[in-house]
Structure formats: C-alpha cells, structure tokens
C-alpha cells in the first residue's frame, strides 16, 4: 500500500514554507527598483539581491546546527522574527544605507526560516515518498514566484511608488506566517530509532557535481531575478511582471512532470538537459525586441531552473545520513545563495560597463559549464 503523503501535517508545513518564501519573493524582484530610485545606480539594484543572499549563505551552517540542537518551531520561528522585524523598519526606509541594513537582517531571517522550513517539509514526508514531497514542496515555492511579484507590481502601481504599502503588506504577511508556525507541531531531526546508530560518512565527491550545477544555475537565474526588470523598462516594455508569472508557471509544470522523467532517465541526465534547456532560453532572453518575445521565453526558462532544484535537493537528502537532514538543507541553499550573491554584484558591473543584453549572454555560458561537469560525472561514476 502506497504510503500516505497529504497529511494535515506536511500540508501545513508546505503552507508554512510557502509563507515564508512569499515574504521574500515579495519584495525579491523590486528592491532592485526601490534601490535605483535612491540612488540612481544600477550597482545599488544588484546589491539589495546580494547582501540579502550573503547573509543569508552566512547563517545557513548555523541554522543547521540550531537545527540540530533546538528542533524545527523554534528556530523557523526565530528566522521569522527578524524578518518581521526587517519588513517594519523598510517601511519609513528614505537611506541606501538603513536599506542595506534591513535587507542583511531580511536575509539573516530568511536563511534560518527557510532552512528550518526546508527541513520541516523532509521530516513530515514519509521517506518512499520524499522526492514527490519535496517536489510539491517546490511547486509552492515557485508559486511564492507568481504571486509575489505579482502582488508587488500591483502594489507599487505604473509610476513604481508606492513601496510604503508593499512594505506593510510584506509585514503582514510576516505576521500571518509567524502564527501558522505556532500551529505546527516541532520535530527533531533524528528519528528516535537512528539515534544510536554510528555515525555515517557523507561522500562529497559525488555531491559536488550536482551543488556545482545549482550554483550555476543559481547565478544564471540571479540575472533575471535581478535585471530584467530593468532591461525590460530600458526596452520600453510595459507590464514585466507578466514575466515572472509565466516564468513561475514554466517552474510548477516542471514539477509535476519531473519524478516520472527523473525515474525514467536518472538524475544527471535531467540535470544536463534542463541545463543545455536553460542556456538557450537566457540566450535569447539577450535577444528579445518584443514583449511577447520575453514572455515567451520565460516559460522554457522557469521549467528548467525549476527542475533543478529539487532534483538537487531530494540528492543531497538521499545521499546524507537521516542526521544531517539540516546540513543537506543548508547545502542546498547555501549553493543558491552563493550563486545569487556573486551574481547580482557581477551582474550590476557588467550593466554598468556593457548593457543589460551583456548579462544574459554570459548568465547563458555559465550552463555550459554545468553541462560539461554532468557528462563528466556521469562518465565518471556510471550515473545516468
């Protein structure tokens, strides 16, 4: 008999998880905007993405061992905290400088909840089940990619002014979540019956290729997160936010599908393929003269980031000991992290010196990369 997965549990872990990826993903794709219109620089934009990824990647680690040490309610409910705390300060926000600030505390807040959130979801999965519910999972990240943008376009209005009232939504929002995790039961992240058992190894020559490959697409993706906003604006297009929600859209329908291919042809197969998928859509992205044109690629764009990351993710779950759930949680956002951190600091100089089109040719060569190492690995270790 096929194990139960939908229980009122792991639904309210997903939606808990999706809580806290919306209070990010609110704010994520404007505050390059917010930041323009205080300083008029392009780097500015780029850096309210990386400092957010960078203090989040610096709590990653710590978060996994609070993990550990605490169990999941109190250290998600820590992480929202300071989120709250972030969201109400950006509210009255007239300094480049404060905003620096309340975005590295957003960040530190959104490393520690979403790691915990992350970890939440694993331990209500039954494990015959894991890769269906980490995908599901996923599936309501992503979501969190269409409605946040979405909403905060329709917040901030056609004249993009109206950031006082995104903060407040962004608050509230913290808020609502902050009482969902109180519903939630606490886990620890060792089951009872593995807490005697010798501790296991964790083999990371083999976990290397797939972190390497979420790195790059990590930093690929940063350049969209980050800039077609504004290489959209630049181009005269009206109403971007339609990108990010066809974007999400190619990111769910990814999800749904991908279990049933990754069965069928292996893990870094799929991970070639939607790498080689990736770097055609971002190519072309440098090369759009329409509207339709960007919305279009938008879709084939958002399903292979979207396939990426939880094949990534349920790999390195399988193949760390029950122990290191949270590291391998960590891990796992630590490589994104990385890569949106370098990436929307490299992005912004190369817009500065070479246009918006010079980031999404680049963005595109570095799954190239990605391809190479998983034909290598795959030569390698006979993986398929």
């Not at 909403?151 to 109206?162: P, T």
């Not at 399988?318 to 994104?336: C, H, L």
């Amino acid at each position: 008999m096929k194990e139960k997965l939908w229980t009122k549990k792991y639904l309210l872990s997903v939606i808990i998880l999706f809580a806290i990826c919306l209070c990010s993903n609110i704010v994520l794709s404007v505050l390059t905007i917010f930041a323009k219109n205080l300083t008029g620089l392009d780097t500015y934009a780029g850096l309210m993405t990386s400092i957010f990824t960078l203090a989040a990647l610096c709590v990653r680690f710590i978060a996994g061992i609070l993990l550990d040490k605490f169990g999941c309610k109190k250290v998600i409910l820590g992480g929202i905290t300071l989120m709250m705390a972030a969201a109400f300060f950006f509210i009255d926000c007239k300094q480049i400088e404060l905003a620096i600030i309340y975005r590295i505390m957003q960040g530190i807040g959104f490393g520690i909840a979403s790691t915990g959130a992350s970890t939440y979801v694993a331990k209500m999965c039954h494990p015959n089940r894991l890769l269906e519910g980490v995908s599901y999972a996923s599936i309501a990240n992503s979501l969190t990619g269409v409605v946040g943008p979405s909403i905060a376009y329709s917040i901030l209005g056609a004249n993009y002014d109206r950031f006082k009232l995104l903060f407040i939504v962004s608050l509230l929002i913290c808020i609502l979540t902050f009482g969902l995790m109180l519903l939630g039961k606490d886990v620890s992240i060792v089951s009872i019956e593995n807490q005697n058992k010798e501790k296991e190894t964790i083999n990371w020559l083999i976990l290397i290729v797939p972190i390497l490959v979420l790195f790059f697409n990590s930093l690929t993706q940063s350049a969209i997160t980050s800039f077609v906003s504004l290489y959209a604006i630049s181009l005269g297009f009206a109403g971007v936010g339609m990108f990010f929600s066809v974007n999400a859209i190619g990111m769910i329908s990814s999800r749904f599908i991908m279990n049933r291919l990754v069965i069928h042809f292996g893990e870094f197969k799929m991970l070639l393929l939607n790498s080689l998928l990736f770097f055609i859509s971002v190519y072309l992205i440098g090369q759009v003269t329409r509207m339709y044109q960007l919305l279009f690629l938008a879709l084939p764009a958002g399903f292979a980031t979207g396939a990426v990351a939880p094949i990534v993710n349920t790999f390195l779950i399988k193949r760390m000991p029950e122990s290191k759930n949270g590291i391998a949680n960590a891990t796992y956002y630590a490589a994104m992290d990385i890569g949106y951190a370098i990436g929307s600091v490299v992005w912004g100089i190369i817009a500065a010196f070479s246009g918006y089109r010079m980031i999404f040719y680049l963005g595109a060569l570095m799954q190239i990369v990605g391809v190479i190492l998983c034909l290598a690995q795959m030569k390698i270790y006979r993986l398929k």
